[in-house]
């Protein structure tokens, strides 16, 4: 500058500096505080609203009818999951490119209902299950299927403004913007010391702030690289195993799905109670074991077993089997379908070799997999020392825009509170584009970490119960009404197969001397080698 700033003009630089730097931590620190604090909120009001669905599902059981008990607050809910089906891969199985009939007011809300639906997660603990209605016929008006079941994932918007909406409203992202927001502050703050510096006119303060430019320059030369490289390569492992998850999730359905495919396709008897009987032990079995897979990721699965006896998914005399078990619970489970399965074949009840040993090993595995990819990370010193480097390369390079402006080489043209002006502008847009790439990549790394956390791109745990208990609900019955398919069909032929009428007999004795060999002249007998279809016979 030409001349030296005014007492009023340096008290100026001073508080805006000052200001700027305060609101900027306040940002920082408060954004930390608060994702603390409300991480307790949210843990305390899933404790409360835990023990609320326990109560309402110990009054539902007192009172409960045979069959499925809907709750009212269920109802209305399902009315909005249907209303929402065509939004993404649910239970009307609806296409999601749908969405982009919508305006984007109803694109965010669709977003929005989905968060709820994870959060809320009632579909699965919303009835009871019961041998009487698992044994109704098809064709019963009585019989009440489980529920439908929400998206399994919330559809992706096609409008930018909504997904420009969607980072604001994930938590983690919101807070890395937040942070960007405090460091630009920050280093305006720093943008305005320096004005102040370089117009105090201290030829010993310029020097220092040449120096310091010129190190920094040549430290962020060097340096810029390995930090990058390590959030990207980073960020490119978690989506991968975000990824690797949604698959491991459709797998365990497919072991689950198969079983039961398998199982209630080769019913021999399926009149008979007894195999009914087998065949809802099977289902419950079945799902609790599905269940017991998501129970630390599902907010309102009972956290104890006797809390499944009321869903009527075990009984209490085999909770009393399965407690000793502890945190092997799910594996003996797994045990039990394969013994329920050797008992329906030991006892002709379903055929023979039709499910093979290894669907129960797969199934054990797969679902074993589930719980091991909370564990299958990087180290923790990876992540600890990433999260320092990435940190030390933003807050280089905020320190180096507050610094790169030399105000000694402008005059005064303009003013030097309006150069101060079009600076700190200048310097709090680029600061704040730099801080936020970096942040928002780690926070998408954090975010990423648990694929089932409530937000807009977990997997809703809640549509993948509910998915799979209707198809087991629905093959393993699905020979209850054979009897009534084989009324169309045409009987079995027992009958003896004639000899073709010009075939003579290949040595024929004369008319008057019996044959020589009955064998050798008797018309062959063919058997009926036709099989049922319906029966397997």
Not at 245 to 251: E, G, K, R, S, Y
Request: hydrophobic share 45%; with cysteine.
């Amino acid at each position: 500058m030409a001349t030296k700033l005014s007492t009023a003009l340096v008290t100026i630089g001073l508080l805006a500096a000052l200001v700027q730097i305060a609101l900027g931590l306040g940002l920082v620190f408060r954004s930390s505080i608060w994702r603390m604090l409300n991480k307790s909120s949210k843990a305390a009001y899933s404790m409360a609203e835990a023990a609320a669905d326990a109560a309402a599902n110990v009054a539902a059981q007192v009172g409960a009818p045979p069959g499925i008990d809907m709750e009212k607050s269920t109802k209305g809910s399902l009315k909005r999951l249907s209303s929402l089906a065509d939004l993404g891969r649910g239970s009307l199985e609806a296409s999601a490119d749908s969405i982009v009939s919508l305006t984007p007011v109803k694109q965010f809300a669709a977003f929005q209902e989905f968060k709820r639906e994870c959060k809320e997660a009632r579909v699965f603990t919303s009835h009871v299950r019961s041998e009487e209605n698992f044994g109704r016929g098809n064709c019963d008006a009585a019989l009440q299927m489980p529920p439908v079941y929400p998206a399994e994932r919330a559809a992706t918007p096609k409008s930018i403004l909504v997904l420009y909406m969607i980072l604001s409203d994930t938590t983690p992202l919101y807070s890395a913007i937040k942070d960007s927001l405090g460091a630009s502050l920050i280093a305006n703050g720093v943008l305005a010391l320096g004005w102040v510096a370089t117009g105090v006119g201290r030829e010993s303060w310029l020097v220092y702030l040449h120096l310091i430019q010129t190190q920094i320059g040549a430290l962020l030369n060097t340096f810029r690289f390995f930090p990058s490289f390590l959030v990207l390569g980073l960020l490119s492992y978690s989506v991968s195993r975000w990824q690797d998850w949604l698959v491991n999730c459709h797998t365990v359905q497919a072991r689950l799905h198969d079983i039961g495919t398998t199982v209630g396709g080769a019913v021999v008897t399926p009149d008979d109670p007894r195999t009914r009987a087998l065949l809802f032990r099977l289902y419950r079995h079945l799902n609790t074991v599905h269940a017991l897979t998501y129970q630390s990721v599902h907010p309102k699965l009972p956290r104890q077993l006797d809390g499944f006896v009321q869903l009527g998914l075990l009984t209490p005399r085999e909770v009393e089997k399965l407690k000793p078990m502890q945190n092997k619970v799910r594996d003996t489970l797994v045990a039990w379908v394969g013994g329920t399965i050797e008992l329906l074949i030991r006892e002709g009840r379903v055929r023979e070799l039709a499910v093979g040993n290894m669907m129960i090993a797969g199934l054990r595995g797969i679902c074993a997999r589930h719980h091991d990819l909370f564990v299958r990370n990087m180290p923790n010193v990876w992540f600890a020392v990433a999260k320092l480097l990435v940190d030390y390369l933003v807050y280089l390079q905020l320190l180096q825009l507050a610094l790169l402006l030399d105000f000694s080489q402008y005059d005064e043209s303009g003013g030097p509170i309006v150069l101060l002006l079009v600076a700190s502008l200048i310097t709090f847009t680029a600061s704040f584009l730099v801080a936020s790439a970096f942040w928002m990549a780690w926070a998408m790394v954090t975010l990423l970490h648990n694929p089932f956390q409530a937000c807009g791109d977990s997997y809703n745990s809640d549509a993948l119960l509910g998915s799979t208990e209707r198809q087991l609900f629905a093959v393993l019955r699905s020979r209850f009404d054979a009897s009534d398919l084989d009324g169309d069909l045409p009987r079995a032929s027992s009958q003896k197969a004639a000899p073709p009428a010009s075939a003579p007999p290949a040595s024929a004795p004369p008319a008057s001397a019996p044959p020589a060999s009955a064998p050798a002249t008797a018309p062959i007998v063919i058997e009926s080698a036709s099989i049922d279809v319906v029966t397997g016979r």
